[in-house]
């Protein structure tokens, strides 16, 4: 097929063409990902779904250019009538997306933003485009619960030396007064004011020890106190629409003890989970060294006992992003109500 016809494509395309096609063949529906990593994770999503009636191809938006992220995707919504309407013309055709080619994307803050954006409304209101709910697919690869295992995973090791939930809870806890803020702050247009990025930088909590992380926390909480002090000191009289932003953050399903699954996701997943994990595992590997170490026979049972040990861990980055313990997550079983509300 050439490229310009695959860059044409629309759900009408799709339609036809599962029309033309055998009464028992399966319907293909075509799902559009923001990136690499995406593709996975929506696999694990899409394929409880397919039986001997239809199957999902999960792919990223575009044949003939390496486009890649939300706006790609969502660009989808946006045919050639459309772009030449942007242009001067007349707009003549609808969304591409439809029953047969879908949009899966991160929510990042369009939905904690409900409409306030012409892109938040884009996410929400078409029945055809769906969203993880946490911030994006990195927050559900680390999903605390899943986080031991990722441990196993890497160091074949299960011994449970840490409390990842227990850490993350206190964690979000923490943050949670300054996540209501940058909230705020997106949904009445003040994010210049207070950016992701400053967001970032603050709830980074920084030096971190395994055996007592407590201090962690603390000086995570003094940051947090330091910047909402600034924050109601430059907005005065902002209290009452900072409880109604926190009333309706909860009502969405955020809580203080879940806020890292809401917080910019490669933040979370780079400055907070990988350091703890590199920590923790690197004590587990320790662990098992030292007990072939002190059980082995002889030197040479040591030294192949160790080369075999070594030869079977794996990269903590690589098990995490291929990690699946989300699949109890809150945000997961949304994404699959959806899921199972498009296809009846």
């Known amino acids: 097929m050439p490229n310009r016809l695959k860059d044409n494509l629309n ?5 036809a063409a ?61 045919d050639d009538g459309q772009r030449a309407a942007g242009d001067g013309q007349q707009a003549t055709t609808e969304s591409r997306l439809g029953r047969d080619m879908i949009a899966c994307v991160d929510a990042d803050y369009d939905y904690l933003l409900q409409g306030a954006t012409p892109q938040s409304q884009k996410v929400l209101q078409s029945p055809y485009v769906f969203h993880t709910y946490a911030y994006a697919i990195e ?14 995973a890497v160091t074949l090791n299960d011994h449970r030396i840490f409390d990842f939930d227990d850490y993350l809870r206190q964690y979000s806890e923490a943050v949670f007064p300054l996540f209501v803020w940058s909230v705020w702050a997106y949904r009445t247009g003040n994010h210049n004011r207070f950016s992701l990025s400053d967001m970032a930088r603050i709830i980074d909590p920084g030096g971190f020890n395994v055996q007592d992380p ?27 629409a900072y409880l109604q932003v926190k009333e309706s953050v909860k009502a969405l399903g955020v809580t203080p003890q879940t806020t ?5 996701g490669h933040s979370l997943f780079d ?11 690197n004590r587990l590997r320790q662990e098992r060294q030292d007990e072939i170490a002190r059980t082995a026979v002889h030197h040479t049972q040591k030294r192949n006992e160790m080369s075999c040990y070594e030869h079977s861990l794996q990269d903590i980055r690589q098990t995490l992003r ?14 699959l109500d959806d899921i199972k509300h498009y296809l009846e």
């Open 322 to 335: 291929k990690s699946s313990g989300y699949q109890w997550a809150a945000p997961f079983s949304r994404i």
């Open 271 to 281: 400055n907070v989970v990988v350091p703890i994990l590199n920590k923790v595992c």
């Open 214 to 240: 407590k201090p962690s926390i603390e000086h995570l909480r003094r940051k947090v106190g330091v910047k909402v002090r600034q924050l109601q000191a430059e907005f005065p009289g902002n209290k009452e």
């Open 18 to 78: 599962n029309a033309l096609k055998p009464k028992q063949a399966r319907r293909r529906i075509v799902a559009y990902v923001e990136s690499y990593d995406d593709i996975y994770f929506w696999r694990t999503v899409l394929s409880r779904f397919e039986d001997d009636t239809r199957y999902f191809e999960v792919m990223l938006p575009s044949h003939r250019k390496l486009e890649r992220g939300k706006k790609a995707v969502l660009l989808n919504f946006i």
């Open 11 to 15: 759900s009408r395309y799709f339609e």
């Open 139 to 152: 927050n559900m690869q680390c999903y605390a619960p899943s986080l031991h295992d990722v441990c196993v």
């Open 260 to 264: 890292y699954l809401y917080i910019q």
